[in-house]
């Protein structure tokens, strides 16, 4: 288990509610996987994927109930970053405040560094 403020990657407590509330319907061990894929209109874009296991070199973000995985790679693209949540008028969705891209997409989902 990483401490929260020592991880690269952090989850703010909305995003854990949110992400405890999604796991709880899934089996029980089940981890929310975040990745950071080729593509998307600006160059990469976020994948989030329910895991049942994790690898051995993954950075886990444990938080109120909530388990996080990134990759090696992934984490590369997204350390200092932080994973929110928000419902607004323009829906519910887990929103990714990434200082390393330098440019993102109107809906968010993808970026460029």
Known sequence: MNDIA????????????????????EPPGSMLRVAVNGGGCSGFQYAFDIAGD?????????RDGAVVL???????????SKIDFVDDLMGQSFK??????????????????
């Open 6 to 25: 020592e991880s690269p990657v952090s989850v703010t407590e909305r995003a854990a509610r949110r992400i405890a509330t999604v796991l709880s319907k």
């Open 54 to 62: 994790k690898a051995d070199d993954d950075l886990v973000i444990e």
């Open 70 to 80: 990134v990759d090696p790679v992934s984490l590369e693209f997204l350390a200092g």
């Open 96 to 113: 990714i405040d990434n200082p390393n891209a330098t440019a993102s997409c109107g809906c968010g989902t993808s970026f460029s560094v």
